[in-house]
């Protein structure tokens, strides 16, 4: 089955620098390819995703790269405020909609002023 | 904005109950999730199901078995609770078509003694 690998743990940036997290899967047929944000005692909230037929997308001062040939993706978030601590798990699914989600292991992001 | 409502917030129960979770979402998705966050925060999904197929992960024991009665709720039963079920329990939505975005409930933070 699919492994998602987020290689991460910690990353701590001061504000206003970008931060970059890395994640890789194993299964080829993963087409979809989405972001969450946990914040502390909290649940899981949509981020950002990118779908297999494109190679990049970007949302505001977020931008997901998708390298299908490398089975990497990478979250890149640039301007970084207080507000960005959080912990960010990456995920797969080799579904189309409706399926569930593989996580990776998480990145904690600490943004410090 | 809460749209994937789970009770009870806590659950603190001895080895061998039998515990239940409930989860409803009022977005009007067809699919259902139940995910396990461990105290390392690492994300594991139990089970999917729509109102045509539950999709169980081969990995979670006998003794969890999801309970629905529509498609808008999805309940968690654990029959005869272990320790490692200690754990936040985490269900989530998602549209069967459009958006593969996953909307989660606040969670279920169960401790087994």
């Known amino acids: 089955g699919e492994k998602v690998e987020q290689h991460e743990s910690t990353l701590s940036v001061r504000e206003g620098d970008s931060a970059v997290i890395n994640c890789t899967y194993t299964?080829?047929?993963?087409?979809?390819f989405p972001w969450y944000k946990q914040e502390a005692g909290k649940s899981l909230h949509f981020v950002i995703d990118?779908?297999?037929?494109?190679d990049r997308k970007q949302s505001q001062r977020l931008t997901v790269l998708l390298d299908k040939k490398a089975k990497r993706f990478s979250l890149h978030i640039t301007a970084t405020q207080p507000e960005d601590s959080a912990i960010y798990f990456c995920?797969?699914?080799?579904?189309?909609?409706?399926?569930?989600?593989?996580f990776g292991t998480g990145t904690t992001v600490s943004v410090s002023p | 904005e809460t749209a994937v409502f789970q009770t009870p917030n806590y659950h603190v129960t001895q080895v061998g109950n039998e515990v239940s979770f409930n989860c409803k979402q009022t977005l009007g998705h067809d699919t259902m999730y139940w995910y396990k966050q461990d105290s390392k925060k690492l994300l594991k999904i139990m089970f999917s199901y729509n109102n045509k197929q539950l999709i169980v992960n081969e990995t979670v024991p006998r003794r969890f078995s999801p309970q629905s009665s529509d498609k808008a709720h999805l309940n968690l039963r654990i029959k005869s609770v272990e320790p490692e079920d200690s754990a936040v329990y985490l269900c989530?939505?998602?549209?069967?078509?459009?958006?593969?975005?996953?909307?989660f409930g606040p969670g279920t933070r169960l401790t087994v003694l």
């Open positions: 299964d080829t047929a993963s087409s979809y």
């Open positions: 989530a939505s998602s549209p069967l078509q459009g958006s593969y975005e996953q909307y």
């Open positions: 995920a797969a699914s080799p579904y189309q909609g409706g399926r569930a989600l593989i």
């Open positions: 990118i779908r297999s037929n494109v």
